[in-house]
Structure formats: C-alpha cells, structure tokens
C-alpha cells in the first residue's frame, strides 16, 4: 500500500477545497482503516466547499472532507473485536456517546454529544480513511460500492418517509433534491400511491418521473395545492414528506394533507418560519415528524434490506459517476447548480 494518498481536503476557511497527497493515516484505538471504494457527496459537503455561515463556525480546517461511504477494511486498531480486516463497510457518520439521557433511552439519533466526520474530523473523501469501529455497519460482499455508499442519505430518507404508515397511501413529496429523489424511491418501493412530487427543477422534475413519481408539478408555474387536490378528488395527501427547506413548500404541503394525515419534515429551512398553526396544524389534527439522523441501528437494517430487496429504483439518482478525484471541482460545481442528484467518486483509478 502507499504512503501517500490524495485526499480532497478543505484547506483554508474561504470558499473551495483542493486536491493534496496526505500519509496515509494509521488506524488507533477502536478504530479501522479502510480502502475507500466509493463515496458519494451529500449536501452538507457542499456547505462546507461553499464555506457558509453553517461551516465557517463548525469546520476547523485543514480537514479532510466528506462522510458517505462504502470500502474495504484493510487493518483494525487496538481493541476492536467487531469488525476484522477484509469486511466489508460503510459506515453511520454520527458518533455517539452512549452515555447522555438521550443515549441512555435508545435516541442515538439525537445524542447531544454527537460528533460527525467529515465534520468534526477528517472525513473519507481519500484513497484510505479511518472509522470509527463503532460506527461500521458490515455490507453483504454483493452490495455495489455506489448502493452501499448511499445508505447513510437513504437512511435518512427511510425515516422520513416510514415515520408512519406508507403502503397504499397517497403521498406528497416537495423537493426532489438528491435526498427527495430517494425519498421517491423509498415510497415507491413501499408501495406509497399515488406519489406527487413538488420541485421547480425540470431537471429534477424529470429525474422523479424515472424514480418513479406519479405526478410531477412545477411550484412555480401551479398551484400543488390545487395540483394535489385534483389527483386525489379533493380530500388531499394522506402523507406529505416535506425534503426542500423552502418555507412555502411547507406551507403548500399542509394545505395539500389531508385532515388527520401525517406529515414527516427532514428539510432545514434557512430561517424562522411563520405559520399558521391553528389551520394548518391544530384544527387539522395532523401528525407532525421531525427527522434527524438515522435510527441506530434499526434504520440500516431497513435500508440495506431495501437495497438487498432489489425494489429500490436508485439507479436514475446517481447521475455522476467519477473515477478518482481528479474533477471534484466540476462535481462540486454541478451538484451546486442543482445539474445532478447524487455523485459518487471510485477514489482509486485502477
Ligand atoms: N434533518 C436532517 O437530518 C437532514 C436534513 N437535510 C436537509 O434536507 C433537505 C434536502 O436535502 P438535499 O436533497 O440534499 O437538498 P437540495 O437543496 O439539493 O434539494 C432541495 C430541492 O428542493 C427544491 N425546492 C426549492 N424550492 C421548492 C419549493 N418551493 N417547492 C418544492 N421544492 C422546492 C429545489 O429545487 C431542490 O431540488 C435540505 O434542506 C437539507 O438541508 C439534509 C440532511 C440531513
Ligand atoms: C450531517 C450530515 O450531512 C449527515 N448526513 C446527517 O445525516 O446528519
Ligand atoms: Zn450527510
Ligand atoms: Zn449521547
């Protein structure tokens, strides 16, 4: 193995990141290394190349980027007994204490002392990367490295869109962003019908038709809320799975639910939002999620028998595929313009 790897790494706290040869890192205590085989770009990633406000008082660079990931361990640090060299990983980003009150009544997913990498650390956009033992969720060997390193984002979508009952119900989806596209996916696959999805990018709107929504409206140019009363003879969306952060997306999906239906919210919206709760919410006894994180471990469960159940539609969602890291710029750049859903890189070029 090498010594040196490339690595995309957030260098300097301004907008970008660079290509650098970095050692290849020794795994610790409680800790693997792996041989990355795929690793894709979520939206955080994105924050953090644009250096927003979020990044700027979060990431202390210089810092390896990115979280989402698939690879092969090739040694294990002192005192893991869970994992061994040769399996096959990806791996849940949030670190969790184990010891705080939410831990200590099974909320993982909403620890208060929880420590991401790619984050808070350095992260697997590389040739090699560490991670820690306990987070490494062990792969069947026939998973593809481009299913297997979308299971952290899908674990989010699968909270959203199983935070209740599914199969067979009308659902509106808004946003189909690279995480509402697998949002779409997972409805679909659990039967949800039919699946209307709100989104202003043709683009996008296109990608969610080959996922396999129902109904496609753009916000922009008609009223979803009319569109949806329309599709389901005016009783409106028995679920709306709210993946935009767009404040009027919110609002136009409340208005679309049906009295006593639910409503699963993941997007984060940019600022305060102002409602109004008695109509929207109260009088409408609407069930109300929020989604944060993934389950630990029961959402990976789910998600990799979904992948393993072959009814998850993700091939049309990655819809860029690079082999090393030579043009992230231009990776960056796309999904930044809202040209792609999910892109995936294969770090090592032979
Ligand atoms: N709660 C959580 O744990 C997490 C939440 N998120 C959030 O989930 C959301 C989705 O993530 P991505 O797909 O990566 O984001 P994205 O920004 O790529 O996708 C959002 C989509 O919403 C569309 N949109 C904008 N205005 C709209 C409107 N009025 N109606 C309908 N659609 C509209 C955009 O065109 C875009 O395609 C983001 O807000 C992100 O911050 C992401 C990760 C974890
Ligand atoms: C911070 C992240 O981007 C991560 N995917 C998450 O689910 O929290
Ligand atoms: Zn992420
Ligand atoms: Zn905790």
Redo the contacts with the bound molecule.
């Keep these: 193995m090498a010594e040196k790897m490339p690595a995309i790494m957030k260098t300097k706290p301004a907008y970008g990141a660079e290509l650098v040869e970095v050692e290849v890192p020794k795994p610790g205590p409680g800790e693997v290394l792996i041989k990355v085989l795929a690793t894709s770009i979520?939206?955080?990633d994105l924050h953090i190349y644009e250096w927003n406000e979020w990044a700027q008082s979060r990431i202390k660079p210089p810092q390896i980027m990115g979280h989402e990931v698939a690879g092969e361990v090739i040694e294990v640090g002192p005192g893991v007994d869970t994992i061994q060299e040769g399996d096959y990983i990806s791996a849940e980003t949030h670190i969790v204490c184990g010891k705080c009150y939410a831990c200590r009544h099974n909320r993982y997913h909403v620890c208060q002392n929880t420590k991401i990498f790619g984050v808070d650390m350095d992260g697997v956009f590389a040739e090699y990367a560490i991670v820690p033992a306990q987070n490494a969720w062990k792969n069947p060997k026939d998973m593809k490295p481009e299913y297997a390193t979308l299971q952290e984002?899908l674990g989010?979508a699968v909270d959203t869109v199983l935070a209740g009952p599914i199969a067979g119900r009308s659902t509106l989806i808004?946003?189909?962003?690279?995480?509402?596209?697998l949002g779409i996916a997972v409805a679909k696959a659990s039967g949800a019908y039919p699946v209307i999805v709100?989104?202003?990018?043709e683009f996008?709107r296109e990608l969610a038709k080959k996922v396999g929504a129902d109904y496609v409206v753009n916000?922009?140019e008609e009223d979803?809320v009319k569109f949806v009363m329309d599709v389901t003879d005016g009783a409106g969306v028995e679920v709306f799975l709210e993946?935009?952060?767009?404040p009027?997306?919110l609002e136009?999906g409340l208005k679309a639910t049906t009295p006593g239906g639910r409503v699963s919210l993941?997007?984060?919206f940019p600022r305060d939002v102002t409602l109004d709760m008695n109509n929207l919410i109260i009088f409408k006894a609407l069930e109300v999620h929020g989604?944060?994180?993934r389950h630990l471990w029961e959402t990976w469960y789910t998600v990799s028998s979904l992948i393993q159940s072959g009814k998850l539609n993700l091939d049309p969602i990655i819809t860029h595929k690079y082999r090393g890291f030579d043009d992230f710029e231009e990776a960056f750049e796309l999904m930044r313009a809202?040209k792609t859903g999910k892109v995936v890189f294969f770090p090592h070029k032979g």
């Design positions: 979520c939206g955080t984002p989010n808004t946003g189909a962003g690279p995480l509402g596209l709100s989104e202003p990018s996008r916000p922009f979803p993946f935009s952060g767009a009027k997306a136009q993941l997007g984060l989604i944060t994180g809202g």
